[in-house]
């Protein structure tokens, strides 16, 4: 029960947060729910790197994995109490922009960079040793984001090369990776290596991939692990090569939010999320307040119903399905990873990582 003593104003009466009928207030859920909102924060973890953290991959509650500049990864077994910090040998130069947890021991690591700098390890012995999978042979390449279905099928998007987003599969655990082809990029059309989040899986076979720049921010969708696509328009800003949808991600086949705007203007809120009620087919913007600034990732809490967008001004979350948000926290964060029950970790700049705190419900 939530117990609040508060003499309402005119500004709350105004917004709805008061439903007045004479002297009965319809005040305590309202209050409630906001309190609860109010009450999410990021707790600071120590990370022991400086490195630019722009992925990180949640096993479960207590196994997590992270990546970043200089060849760096992450990985802790006790949810973050401890973190180990180390580079893969001979690719420090590189920056794993994204990783993908199977299990404790079984993870992936993509850098992202023009041609060669573009590859794919893999460890199955929980770090200790690394293997290259793939690296990009095209000199125009450039990876954006790496998910998997299951152990053995996998995605990778990347930039437009001869007029199309590069599309990799595999259906052998990475041993060998196939190139698919998307519908045609529009001019100066391409994807943002921000968060490991511009792709998104759903279910067995569902892939959704979204895109920027000053032509388009659209979404691209397959429902057969890349072999063909259909793509969707959205309401998101792309009036500028920094400016676009960075991030998407679905409470369940039907409702789905993409986030974004421009990161070099990253305070600014113009046209920076998009609802889907149908799968992907269409795209809205919410009827209320959207998040507070450019947002590089979306996640949805599983088990709290709640929706959280992070970026480098801040996070907020959603309690009504993206309708609309509250900041709670204004630290800068890249990327975020949740697993079922709620627990959840953010990585950002320098080193900084931190894990989800919410009251218990």
């Known amino acids: 029960m939530c117990e609040v003593v508060f003499r309402p104003t005119a500004q709350l009466r105004r917004h709805g947060a008061i439903d007045y009928h004479g002297e009965n207030m319809k005040l305590l859920p309202a209050l409630c729910f906001t309190a609860a909102l109010l009450a999410q924060t990021w707790a600071p973890q120590t990370s022991n790197t400086r490195a630019s953290l722009r992925g990180v991959s949640a096993v479960d509650a207590r196994s997590v994995w992270a990546s970043g500049s200089g060849g760096a990864w992450l990985a802790t077994t006790d949810g973050g109490v401890t973190w180990r910090a ?122 959704f991939f979204a895109t920027g720049g000053p032509s388009a921010a659209r979404i691209f969708h397959s429902r057969d692990r890349g072999l063909s696509w259909t793509v969707a328009g959205t309401p998101m800003r792309h009036d500028s090569p920094s400016a676009g949808i960075f991030s998407l991600a679905f409470a369940d086949p039907s409702h789905g939010i993409a986030v974004g705007g421009d990161y070099s203007k990253d305070t600014d809120d113009r046209q920076n999320i998009a609802l889907t009620s149908d799968g992907g087919r269409s795209w809205s913007s919410p009827p209320g307040p959207g998040p507070k600034g450019f947002r590089s990732a979306v996640s949805y809490v599983p088990g709290r119903k709640l929706w959280i967008v992070t970026g480098t001004s801040g996070s907020d979350l959603s309690g009504d399905g993206g309708k609309t948000w509250k900041l709670f926290d204004s630290g800068a964060y890249n990327a975020m990873s949740f697993v079922p029950g709620g627990a959840g970790w953010a990585v950002g700049p320098q080193g900084r990582i931190a894990r989800f705190e919410a009251p218990a419900h």
């Open 86 to 207: 180390e580079k893969v040998p001979g690719a420090e130069t590189l920056d794993f922009r994204g990783i993908r947890a199977i299990d404790a021991r079984t993870v992936y690591l993509m850098s992202a960079g023009s041609g060669d700098q573009s590859r794919i390890y893999k460890t199955s012995d929980a770090g200790r040793h690394w293997t290259l999978l793939f690296t990009n042979p095209d000199p125009q390449g450039f990876f954006d984001a790496i998910a998997f279905w299951d152990a053995q099928h996998g995605i990778v998007i990347g930039d437009p090369i001869d007029g199309r987003a590069e599309v990799l599969t595999t259906d052998d655990g990475g041993a060998t990776w196939q190139r698919r082809n998307p519908p045609a990029a529009l001019p100066n059309e391409g994807s943002f290596a921000a968060s490991n989040t511009c792709l998104t899986l759903l279910g067995k076979q569902d892939a």
